[in-house]
């Protein structure tokens, strides 16, 4: 059984994530939430609103599990980033956020999940 993180926790987590780790894997939102059934598809997955001007983000990677029985597409997002060292780090939120993109087989119509396997996210998509 899983249980939601606290807000600050989340918070705290993001922080780490854009501030010295070496990939962003939690992701924030979903940008798109209806997508087609019967075929494959790309998700698409927010995994930071706002880039750091210090920083240069790799592609994304993406491992996905779904569970059918219970309607729920486990997701692993990451996206490998290098810190520039003697550049000042500064947040751009007013340009392109950092994205992620996922390969999902096709999946039947209706309502779903996507779940972060590391917990933390969780946001309904529908499939028409």
């Known amino acids: 059984m899983r ?15 854009a501030c010295g780790d070496d990939a962003l894997t939690r992701p924030t939102g979903l940008p798109i939430l209806t997508y087609p059934a019967g075929r494959e598809f790309t998700l698409t997955l927010i995994m930071d609103r706002c880039r750091q001007s210090c920083e240069t983000y790799a592609p994304s990677e993406c491992e ?10 486990e997701v692993s997002p990451r ?37 972060a396997a590391n917990g933390g996210f969780r946001q309904a998509i529908t499939l028409r």
């Open 3 to 17: 249980f939601p993180a606290a807000p600050a926790l989340l918070f705290l987590a993001s922080i780490g994530a």
């Open 64 to 73: 996905v599990s779904v569970e059918a029985s219970d309607r729920v597409v």
């Open 79 to 115: 996206v490998p980033f290098e810190r520039t060292d003697g550049v000042a780090c500064n947040e751009n939120c007013s340009g392109a956020a950092v994205l992620a993109h996922c390969a999902v087989g096709a999946l039947e119509a209706g309502a779903w999940t996507v779940e």
